[in-house]
């Protein structure tokens, strides 16, 4: 069972409609993050969090808009989205409050989004 | 700049047989490695992890793979595969000092396991 949740699992959005990803992990690490993964790729990073504030921006278009709103919770927001945004959306959440960066990341079943 | 690779593509191997997939990085020092799998529709899942220390590393699943400095290579190796392990598999770096968050992950390995 992953201790990280992602909602929802699927989503079909229009071109100008808003939505957003959630992720919750109850772990209590430090720092969250969301990848884009398209098929047969490897993740791409888009955001990290770490203690609540936007710590990486991968250079992401504004279009996607991320919120820490706590230590436990993390949403993408989505708006006027293009087709070639639909991937696997995953979410990620890593160590402990004490303790270093090691790399060491939990994930979530990530959100498989469409756009079209 | 910090690269990781892997060499195969795509592997096939008969269940029962042995497995090795390859993974070699390119970084100044030695990274913290891991090994990630994941199945179709899935998310990644932590296999194993080498941060310091005896260079064979045991994992879940019955994995292990072996640090190699002189290579700069960690490769993942299982003495007997069974069906379950068809998955995608993702060797991945992170800096061993600093704390910039970001994972470098390889472009992944596609194992088929034939009955």
């Known amino acids: 069972d992953t201790e990280v949740t992602q909602t929802p699992k699927h989503l079909v959005m229009g071109m100008t409609n808003k939505k957003s990803l959630k992720c919750e992990q109850h772990?209590?690490?430090?720092?969250m993050y969301w990848y884009k993964q398209k098929a047969k790729k490897p993740p791409e990073l888009m955001f990290v969090?770490?203690?609540?504030?936007?710590?990486i921006n991968e250079s992401v278009p504004s279009r996607f808009s991320p919120e820490c709103p706590n230590s436990s919770l993390l949403n993408l927001h989505l708006h006027a989205l293009q087709p070639e945004d639909s991937a696997l959306y995953l979410c990620?959440?890593?160590?402990?409050?004490?303790?270093?960066?090691?790399?060491?990341?939990?994930f979530g079943e990530g959100s498989r989004l469409t756009v079209l | 700049a910090q690269s990781v690779t892997q060499p195969d593509i795509h592997i096939t191997v008969s269940e029962g047989a042995s497995l090795e997939l390859r993974c070699n990085y390119s970084?100044?020092?030695?990274?913290?490695l891991f090994w990630y799998v994941q199945s179709p529709g899935q998310g990644l899942q932590l296999l194993l992890k080498?941060?310091?220390?005896?260079?064979l590393v045991q994992g879940i699943k019955g994995f292990e793979a072996e640090f190699k400095r002189s290579q700069s290579s960690f490769n993942l190796r299982k003495p007997s595969v069974h069906w379950s392990d068809a998955a995608e598999y993702f060797c991945?770096?992170?800096?061993?000092?600093?704390?910039?968050?970001?994972?470098?992950f390889g472009q992944g390995t596609t194992l088929q396991v034939k009955p």
């Open positions: 990620a959440s890593s160590q402990s409050r004490a303790g270093p960066f090691t790399g060491e990341l939990f």
């Open positions: 772990m209590g690490h430090r720092a």
């Open positions: 969090y770490s203690y609540e504030k936007l710590s």
């Open positions: 970084y100044g020092a030695t990274p913290y």
């Open positions: 080498y941060f310091s220390g005896d260079t």
């Open positions: 991945a770096v992170a800096p061993g000092s600093g704390n910039t968050g970001k994972l470098i």
